[in-house]
């Protein structure tokens, strides 16, 4: 079984300013890792993903995340926050090997950009 | 055209009800899914079925129905609803039923039900 852990709840930050988004997991097994964003009133939309390869791994509108297997973490980073990256940011692992392609997901954090 | 369309947008009714929530995508995808996102946002799976076959059925009470009558719909039916079943539920789809599916999943934009 995994869990995923966010470590904020809410992060609030200015317009240009840089933001860093934290999500832990724990698994006995090895792990696909993903960021999904959620904006308000709609469904969920990938943001990046880490399967295999460089530990850095780098998404759309402007976000990466870096794969940690020593420390189990996937954090999230942007240099520069728009206004319209005020959302919901969801870290999410997946069983390499189970079958059925499930998610689990972590509790989310809420990411509000003031001007 | 919408990736994956869910019906309805919302939808409010009283306990002991039976209720349907329907959703379709047009993505040519093999898997869709259901997830409960509850009122602190957590989102958690219920049901995954691949090419009309159930592969996920997680500790979902057997009020919840899941129906995939093709690959490119699955409906759920929710049977004498209770309080606690209000929440947000999302369909989605992935191209694969497998992890390294490189385009993850399309959501829906979730169907908000409020039982009282």
């Known amino acids: 079984a995994q869990s995923v852990t966010q470590l904020d709840s809410q992060v609030p930050v200015f317009e240009e300013a840089p933001v860093e988004l934290r999500c832990n997991y724990s698994s006995s097994v090895s792990v696909y890792l993903f960021w999904y964003v959620q904006y308000p009133n709609q469904g969920l939309q990938l943001l990046l993903k880490?399967?295999?390869?460089?530990?850095l791994v780098k998404g759309i509108n402007g976000f990466e995340a870096e794969f940690n297997k020593s420390q189990t973490s996937f954090h999230l980073r942007k240099p520069s926050v728009h206004i319209s990256d005020t959302a919901e940011y969801f870290c999410?692992?997946?069983?390499?090997?189970?079958?059925?392609?499930?998610?689990?997901f972590g509790g989310g954090t809420r990411v509000l950009v003031k001007p | 055209d919408t990736a994956v369309s869910q019906t309805p947008k919302y939808l409010v009714t009283q306990m002991g009800n039976d209720k349907s929530i329907k959703c379709e995508q047009n993505l040519g995808h093999d898997t869709m899914y259901w997830y409960k996102q509850d009122s602190k946002k957590f989102l958690k799976i219920m049901f995954s079925y691949n090419n009309k076959e159930l592969i996920i059925n997680e500790t979902v009470p057997n009020r919840f129905s899941p129906k995939s009558p093709d690959k490119a719909h699955l409906n759920l039916h929710i049977n004498s609803l209770e309080l606690g079943d209000s929440a947000v539920y999302f369909c989605?789809?992935?191209?694969?039923?497998?992890?390294?599916?490189?385009?993850?999943?399309?959501f829906g934009s979730g169907t908000r039900l409020t039982v009282v």
């Open positions: 999410a692992v997946s069983d390499q090997r189970a079958a059925g392609n499930k998610l689990t």
């Open positions: 989605a789809s992935s191209l694969f039923n497998h992890p390294r599916d490189s385009y993850g999943y399309t």
């Open positions: 880490y399967l295999s390869g460089s530990t």
